[in-house]
């Protein structure tokens, strides 16, 4: 499975994103997909997660209510709106995808849950 993610950008305080991660070859099985970041001197945390067939979505504390994770199945794409973006949202986004299915919400925040990564976008948030 390949992930290219793209959207990324420099955006004011207050402002609006979409990002979005194309997953291509064998997308058959895969169960979740997620968003991460990584901030300056920071490790990579999770953000938001959706399920393929079902759409259940999940999302870090930090981005509820002002972030929307969706996906397209028949464009294999999945999407995160970022909306009322704040200073503490700049960071490389990642987008990730697991087969595998833990049964346990937790662990899908996990970095070493997800096989599959892509190169990772931009956003920057200024004042």
């Known amino acids: 499975v390949q992930l290219q993610a793209c959207g990324g950008g420099l955006v004011q305080a207050g402002g609006l994103l979409r990002l979005s991660c194309a997953a291509s070859?064998?997308?058959?099985?895969?169960?979740?997909m997620a968003w991460f970041r990584q901030a300056p001197g920071k490790e990579r945390e999770f953000v938001a997660r959706?399920?393929?067939?079902?759409?259940?979505?999940d999302y870090a504390d930090s981005v509820k209510g002002r972030f929307t994770i969706s996906r397209d199945s028949a464009k294999n794409t999945v999407y995160l709106q970022m909306n009322n973006l704040k200073l503490e949202d700049t960071a490389v986004y990642y987008c990730?995808?697991?087969?595998?299915?833990?049964?346990?919400?937790?662990?899908?925040?996990?970095?070493?849950?997800?096989?599959?990564w892509g190169q990772g976008t931009q956003v920057t948030v200024s004042s």
């Open positions: 070859g064998r997308t058959l099985n895969l169960y979740t």
């Open positions: 959706v399920t393929w067939s079902a759409g259940y979505t």
């Open positions: 990730a995808a697991t087969s595998n299915y833990y049964g346990r919400s937790d662990y899908y925040t996990r970095n070493e849950s997800f096989g599959y």
